[in-house]
């Protein structure tokens, strides 16, 4: 394929195009900078269909590659390797997805320094879309930086009042894992011979040493997921977050975590994988139930889905450490449906914030009355967080506790039976929330002033729904999408069960 044409290059770097034309505008162009950003992330959406239209489900393999080569380090060969398969599509497609959504809630909210918050954003969906097709290690860990940058500023800049500490928080907790991440690169790459993916060979990695690669690798990865006990930057960044920080963060930023524990860990450190299974599970378990207990107690309704998404994301990582097909391909989906349900939540919350300037829960009460289509589209948001049949949370949630319980891996079924406390656990946070919020009567006299939602923030809202009800009612096209990757993923575990045997 022709590298010139090929759509990983472009729907990785066309944001940057958008970057460009804004830094050529005048400050005074708001109208211009907000629609050439929000044009160029649609295109980029347009393109990640173009790839996903050429792409083989069938295909366990990588597909579209480009490799060329780059630079030495050392003698070793670094290559700008990129390519697409089953387990990077749909993130891929998510981040292009949930972009354009998060710049069309900026409208009103965002005036200060508008220029330099569209060219942070789109800045931002490049580094996420190289993160997720990245296939060499040194070009991996570049891109994984290079987010950092445009998050930290989104967050610094346009945040809340203690913006710039969640913002110094947020860059410190990532970075100190990504430097165990980079030591752990540069060992397997000096040892053997070259940073390509595609050419690493699991079998060459001594037991001895695939423990601390492991660790050094998988620390970066719970960081950003994040687990428990590594999850007390999150809070502070989606508080303190602008709206669309706060959604672009919980819907595609967080993924790269679970992504990272699919494409290094788990291929790359099988032994050390197994060996510590039980571990993962246990971390993630501990994480579903802490999460959705802390967000219980959250007297600030930002903050309740921010620890909602530690919940959340635990469930993702008990799939992926189930290590069966069930599993990990309910783990894959539950990544999207997070990013498509939270990130909704956190849209609904901006909304209602951008009307009373207020998260506090015991400020609100009967805006059903007020706002009734809010009211509407919010309880099929919140119904699909907290997993309802006919909605995508519960395919994901199914498929991951069906896997957890019949893993051949983890040492017992309880994990999979505590897990599910989770589950009902959300329903109680999730169905307080909503009551505080949209239930009883109208009891502060500035709500009854409240505007119901525009043309253009049901649009914003819209196309998220409309995914929940499909995947909730149809998910067999994702599934497919995923399946032949992930059967070939698992296999390597089965061959080591067998062998264990």
């Known amino acids: ?133 990245s296939l060499d290690m040194a070009l991996f860990y570049i891109f994984w930086e290079f987010t950092l940058i445009p998050m930290y500023f989104l967050i610094g800049l346009w945040g809340s009042k203690r913006r710039v500490y969640a913002a110094i928080k947020f860059v410190l907790y990532t970075m100190a894992g990504s430097l165990l991440m980079l030591a752990g690169i540069l060992w397997v790459g000096l040892q053997y011979g070259g940073f390509d993916l595609t050419k690493m060979d699991a079998s060459l990695i001594p037991q001895s040493a695939q423990l601390w690669l492991f660790a050094a690798f998988g620390l970066a990865f719970a960081i950003k997921v994040p687990m428990w006990p590594l999850h007390s930057w999150l809070p502070d960044a989606h508080t303190e977050a602008p709206t669309a920080g706060s959604v672009i963060l919980a819907g595609v930023l967080l993924k790269m975590g679970a992504y990272g524990f699919l494409r290094f860990n788990l ?17 993630s378990v501990i994480g579903i139930i802490y999460g959705a207990m802390v967000a219980f107690r959250q007297k600030d309704v930002k903050r309740l889905v921010a620890y909602s998404s530690i919940s959340h994301l635990g469930f993702v990582v008990l799939g992926i450490f189930a290590l069966n097909q069930q599993g990990i391909e309910g783990a894959i989906l539950q990544m999207v449906n997070h990013g498509l349900s939270t990130g909704a939540l956190f849209l609904i919350v901006g909304l209602i914030y951008e009307r009373r300037h207020t998260r506090e829960l015991e400020e609100f009460g009967g805006l059903w009355k007020v706002m009734p289509v809010l009211g509407g589209l919010s309880l099929v948001v919140m119904l699909s967080s907290l997993g309802l049949p006919g909605l995508n949370g519960f395919v994901g949630e199914f498929s991951i506790l069906l896997g957890a319980f019949n893993s ?86 089965q061959t080591l069960a067998l062998a264990a045997h």
């Open 408 to 493: 051949d891996f983890l040492a017992s079924p309880w994990f999979a039976g505590v897990a599910t406390i989770g589950v009902i656990l959300a329903a109680v946070y999730l169905l307080h929330m909503f009551q505080k919020v949209f239930l009883g009567p109208v009891t502060k006299e500035e709500n009854l002033k409240l505007k119901d939602l525009s043309l253009r923030e049901i649009l914003t809202l819209a196309p998220i729904l409309v995914v929940i009800f499909w995947i909730g009612l149809y998910p067999k096209p994702f599934f497919l999408l995923m399946s032949p990757a992930v059967e070939k993923l698992t296999a390597v575990f």
């Open 267 to 283: 291929p790359l450190f099988p032994e050390a994988t197994l060996k510590l299974v039980p571990w993962m599970a246990a971390l």
């Open 1 to 133: 394929m022709n590298s010139g044409m090929n759509p990983l290059l472009l729907v990785t770097f066309f944001p940057l195009v958008g970057v460009l034309l804004i830094l050529l505008y005048k400050k005074t162009w708001k109208s211009a900078i907000r629609w050439t950003a929000l044009i160029i992330s649609l295109v980029t959406f347009g393109l990640s269909l173009w790839m996903l239209s050429m792409f083989d489900p069938a295909d366990p393999n990588i597909q579209m590659e480009i490799n060329l080569p780059w630079f030495n380090l050392g003698g070793n060969q670094i290559g700008f390797h990129l390519g697409v398969d089953g387990i990077s599509i749909l993130m891929v497609l998510l981040t292009g997805f949930l972009t354009p959504i998060a710049l069309l809630s900026t409208w009103k909210a965002v005036e200060d320094r508008l220029a330099g918050f569209m060219a942070f954003f789109l800045m931002l969906e490049t580094g996420m879309m190289g993160v997720f097709l």
